[in-house]
């Protein structure tokens, strides 16, 4: 008999591991060219792209809670990188070293109170022409910061990596680097004008692709 690994039609068969999400792989190529050996960066919350920030060279700082501390080590050991370079951090403005940074990461689904005890020391440690990534900026409070840094003209909006990663780059030293400060948790996404797209990062992705002016700054 000749053995073969095909499944007769209508049956599933399961495949021996799961695939990674492609965004992971564009991220990990923009990665792959933004940060070089010796480079500074820091991750606020749970994100893979620690790993691939490591493997690139980096000095690289995780705030996160433990499960984020864990998901990030383990991923590093899966990954065989090795982890001299990685320091955890309390906060990002009792960095043991304290020295400017390259590259941020804000991971997906951090919350507010996390957000805000942290961007303003990571807002002010990146380095002018330092890059920021927001990971699965659609809900919660990375969507409202992407909003925010959209209409600052001290933020350039960069690129979209994989319909969920928002690049930032930072174009200018401003006195006031604390837009998360404004951010009101509780207040609904609403537009500026009646008619006007609703704020949010495809609502700015829009406006770079057409050109349309850009929602008023809230107060």
Partial sequence: MTLTDTAPAGTLRKLPTKRRPIVDDLAADFLSVAVKSGDRSLQLGQSSLGAVCLRSGAFHECIADKAGMDALEADCLKRKIDTPRLSFPERAGESFAQQDLDLAVIGGGTGFALLAANWRDISQRLKLGGV??????????????????????????????GGEIAVYRKVRMSVDDGPAEHID????????????????LLAGVLRTLFGSRPLARRS
């Fill in 132 to 161: 920021l990534l927001l990971s699965h900026c659609s809900p919660g409070a990375v969507a409202r910061l992407a909003d925010t840094l959209y209409t600052d003209p001290a933020w350039a909006f960069q690129d979209m990596i």
């Fill in 185 to 200: 948790p509780d207040a609904p996404a609403v537009a500026s004008e009646p008619g006007e797209t609703a704020p949010g």
